[in-house]
């Protein structure tokens, strides 16, 4: 059902998609805004093997039911994510709210996409989104302990006097 919705949302709704390479070091940063019935993406291709912080989202809005009406997520997984609403400043009718996205890994060459959207609600939000990346460290290789060489030379060893005496 929330495929339908989403995948509605995405035809009949301002679409705004934009793609981009990404390596190890990178931090991504942006602003927009997401208007009724909108949807926005952001896609990254990994340029090498990768690991993502969680990816932080906040919006502002003049009511609660502006971002109360937001969902965000990566595209392809059953998780979908909204806000915890928070009252900002003095004036009653504005509205601000954060939320995360699980941190998660990227192979070489895979591709991601953050999504946004704004199925109903009065008016539009105004919204940020971030992240950082960092390489994957490769995992140290295995030593081959001191005591398997010394093995191999006995063997060998043996192997030679056994040859000598056998003549």
């Given amino acids: 059902m929330k495929a339908l919705v989403t995948a509605l949302a995405v035809i009949a709704a301002p679409t705004i998609v934009t793609a981009a390479t990404i390596s190890p070091g990178s931090n991504f940063g942006t602003s927009f805004q997401?208007?009724?019935?909108g949807y926005v993406s952001y896609s990254f291709t990994a340029s090498e093997a990768l690991s993502v912080s969680?990816?932080?989202v906040a919006g502002t809005g003049f009511s609660s039911a502006g971002l109360d009406s937001v969902a965000f997520g990566i595209v392809g997984s059953d998780l979908s994510y909204g806000f915890d609403m928070i009252e900002a400043g003095s004036d009653p009718d504005t509205f601000a709210a954060i939320g995360f996205i699980d941190?998660?890994?990227?192979?070489i060459g895979e591709t991601f996409a953050i999504y946004f959207t704004k199925n109903a609600g009065v008016n539009n939000a105004s919204m940020?989104?971030?992240?950082e990346t960092a390489a994957l460290?490769?995992?140290a290789p295995v030593p081959l302990p001191a005591a398997g060489g010394m093995l191999a030379l006995a063997?060998?060893?043996?192997?030679?006097?056994?040859?000598?005496?056998?003549?």
């Fill in 54 to 56: 969680e990816i932080a």
């Fill in 155 to 167: 063997l060998g060893g043996m192997g030679f006097a056994a040859l000598r005496k056998r003549r």
């Fill in 103 to 107: 941190g998660f890994t990227a192979d």
């Fill in 34 to 37: 997401l208007t009724e019935g």
């Fill in 128 to 131: 940020a989104v971030s992240f």
């Fill in 137 to 139: 460290e490769a995992p």
